[in-house]
């Protein structure tokens, strides 16, 4: 009985949390998007581009204002920089930057 409430609990924590991510972001693997936003060195391209520290180009209110445009945006960097992510890995780094910088619901 224990170990059934305990299981229980986790489920509904769980349930909670994915509540919290945006439906275009279910199942978004997020480790994935940290791990190739590193290993493409976004952040170097970033600061290349705006200057500072690179932040600058995370602009809530500015013409990146919903989850599509953003998923869009990587995308475009994806196409332009000719990098070869896959849809899903799209959908990960979107979701990384999401979380990390814009928090649309």
Known sequence: MKHLLFALSGCLAMAALAQDVPALYQGADLKLGEKLIAENQCDACHIRNVGG??????RPTGRINSLGLLRGQVEACNTTLNLGFFPEEVTSISAVLNRDHYRFK
């Open 53 to 58: 520290n690179g932040n600058g180009i995370y």
